[in-house]
């Protein structure tokens, strides 16, 4: 992937076209190597799973608000905006504000839904097929420690913004 990104980029700097071309790069999922006993993608939320790289270059990128914790959904109006696309009404596009403290993140909806809602400290997860869990990325980003008995007021919340979601 390397070799490839990297001959597109010099082939546009050859053509004069690299400070005008947007490129993005990103992925749908992560890959867990040996984290939680287990490896490939399995239908977890475990950060090794869901924080996805996100790289952006071009013009005007550097200034972006959006980058940092952000649904790879919330780069879609930044990049129609940038090109100059119409989009027809019927195509909807999330949109980021102040108000998106959370991200949702779903890896499966039948038989059984698993689903997480995370912000910058915290992590619940809703697992059908075991029980919830809730951490705490700040003092245990490996998610090793449920600390749903130790916050049930958070897991409540986090709990009752996920029904929302759904």
């Known amino acids: ?15 004069g076209l690299r400070e005008e ?28 799973l869901i924080h996805v790289p996100l790289v952006v270059s071009g013009a005007d990128v ?19 905006d940038k090109v100059g696309l119409d989009v027809p009404d019927s195509f909807v596009i999330d949109t980021l504000s102040a108000e998106h403290e959370s991200v949702t993140a779903e890896a499966n909806l039948q038989p059984d839904y698993v689903a997480a809602i995370r912000t910058d400290r915290w992590k619940y997860v809703r697992d059908e097929r075991a029980e919830d869990a809730l951490f705490n990325l700040e003092t245990d980003p490996g998610e090793e420690e449920n600390m749903l008995m130790d916050h049930p007021d958070v897991a409540e919340e986090f709990s009752n913004r996920l029904s929302e979601h759904l």
């Open 1 to 15: 992937t390397d070799r490839h990104l990297g001959e597109l980029l010099d082939e546009l700097e050859a053509r």
């Open 21 to 48: 071309t947007i490129v993005v790069v990103t992925a749908d999922h992560g890959e867990q190597f040996g984290e939680h006993s287990q490896y490939s993608h399995p239908h977890q939320l475990y950060e090794e």
């Open 62 to 80: 550097s200034s972006q608000s959006w980058l940092g914790i952000t649904p790879v959904a919330g780069l879609t109006p930044w990049l129609v």
